[in-house]
């Protein structure tokens, strides 16, 4: 599915608070980055692992 980058940045910003609340990861963290929510979050959204989704009414 393809995103407008308002339901990007919706998308990986309510999964970024997700983890900034002690989420669990659902990708993993490559060693010695920096393991910033919104950078993870990001990296979860590309691979297609965020378990958001955006439903259209």
Not at 19 to 29: I, M
């Amino acid at each position: 599915m393809v995103y407008s980058k308002f339901e990007k940045a919706r998308i990986v910003g309510a999964r970024a608070f997700q983890l900034a609340l002690n989420a669990e990861l659902l990708v993993k963290v490559p060693e010695g980055t920096f393991a910033d929510p919104v950078h993870v979050s990001y990296i979860e959204f590309s691979k297609g692992k965020t378990p958001l989704k955006v439903v259209n009414k």
